[in-house]
Nanobody, 117 residues
Framework: VQLQASGGGWVQPGGSLRLSCVVP????????MGWSRQAPGNQRLTIAT???????LYTESVEGRFTISKDNAKNTVYLQMDGLKPDDTGIYYC????????????WGQGTQVTVSS
């Protein structure tokens, strides 16, 4: 099973990036989709999730700056990141889980995001 994440790169502080993740339809339609971030030297942490019904949840550090969304017709989940800070630097992973606080069952490959001047 492959979740295909893309859209990472380098951006200056205050800039924006949009990450995308294409998901197999059988997983997309029945799981809570999410994005996690792993900063250098730190563990991977969930930062945003979206349910099949579209309800979103964010960790405090990204609330108000990041927006998770999904396109059901394209089986794709997005993470719009605005107002990026150096602390947002890390590898970003998309994931799928069966319940809100369960560990992800499926992971995509990571995409690197670097925020620096």
């Amino acid at each position: 099973v492959q979740l295909q994440a893309s859209g990472g790169g380098w951006v200056q502080p205050g800039g924006s990036l949009r990450l995308s993740c294409v998901v197999p339809v059988t997983i997309f339609s029945s799981n809570i989709m999410g994005w996690s971030r792993q900063a250098p030297g730190n563990q991977r942490l969930t930062i945003a999730t979206i349910t099949t019904g579209g309800r979103t949840l964010y960790t405090e550090s990204v609330e108000g700056r990041f927006t998770i969304s999904k396109d059901n017709a394209k089986n794709t989940v997005y993470l719009q990141m605005d107002g990026l800070k150096p602390d947002d630097t890390g590898i970003y992973y998309c994931s799928a889980r069966t319940t809100q606080f369960a560990q992800p069952k499926y992971w995509g490959q990571g995409t690197q995001v670097t925020v620096s001047s």
